[in-house]
T-cell receptor, first 111, second 114 residues
Framework: AQRVTQPEKLLSVFKGAPVELKCNYSYSGSPELFWYVQYSRQRLQLLLRHISRESIKGFTADLNKGETSFHLKKPFAQEEDSAMYYCALSAGGTSYGKLTFGQGTILTVHP | EPEVTQTPSHQVTQMGQEVILRCVPISNHLYFYWYRQILGQKVEFLVSFYNNEISEKSEIFDDQFSVERPDGSNFTLKIRSTKLEDSAMYFC????????????FGQGTRLTVV
């Protein structure tokens, strides 16, 4: 069975400070990892997927298989980054259509 | 930009009643999903649907739940006899290719069972 853990329920930083949202996973196979973001009163939006190795809105995330982590990072946080962030895992194979979510981290960026 | 739309945004129902939650996925998408989030808890997978049949379901998705794509555009989740513990936010999602990791989510329907 797969599990995703986001150890921080709340994270507060000041504008311009670096931010790192932690995500650890448990899965014996080769998972696909994703970050979703939910801005206030809006829908869940895909932010990043590890296979794309892209940077979106200044955020990056690297899959570390040794540490089973997929932390989300941004060097200089902006106030508009304040949102709920969810890490999610897809197990692939016959379970490819199923996402397992972490409990989410509320990021608040103060001016 | 195309969006997944869900109706209603909020549904209040009495325990034991049937509810149908509706979703209109993005038009060229082939894979459809329902998730739910009980207040204060994680987003949980319920079911995935492809080619007019369920491709995977979780242990939450018992006989009280069913899904249907009645007319080629809507995708519905029915709960036959609601329980208090069914109160949650229900999210519909769709994707063009397999793998809901790249899925687009609707804004959710908040179901309150009283």
């Amino acid at each position: 069975a797969q599990r995703v853990t986001q150890p921080e329920k709340l994270l507060s930083v000041f504008k311009g400070a670096p931010v790192e949202l932690k995500c650890n996973y448990s899965y014996s196979g080769s998972p696909e990892l994703f970050w979703y973001v939910q801005y206030s009163r809006q829908r869940l939006q895909l932010l990043l997927r590890h296979i794309s190795r892209e940077s979106i809105k200044g955020f990056t995330a690297d899959l570390n298989k040794g540490e089973t982590s997929f932390h989300l990072k941004k060097p200089f946080a902006q106030e508009e980054d304040s949102a709920m962030y969810y890490c999610a895992l897809s197990a692939g194979g016959t379970s490819y259509g199923k996402l397992t979510f972490g409990q989410g981290t509320i990021l608040t960026v103060h001016p | 930009e195309p969006e997944v739309t869900q109706t209603p945004s909020h549904q209040v129902t009495q325990m034991g009643q049937e509810v149908i939650l509706r979703c209109v996925p993005i038009s060229n998408h082939l894979y459809f999903y329902w998730y739910r989030q009980i207040l204060g808890q994680k987003v949980e997978f319920l079911v995935s649907f492809y080619n007019n049949e369920i491709s995977e379901k979780s242990e939450i998705f018992d006989d009280q739940f069913s899904v249907e794509r009645p007319d080629g555009s809507n995708f519905t989740l029915k709960i036959r006899s609601t329980k208090l513990e069914d109160s949650a936010m229900y999210f519909c999602a769709s994707s063009r290719t397999t793998g809901s990791g790249g899925a687009f989510f609707g804004q959710g329907t908040r179901l309150t069972v009283v």
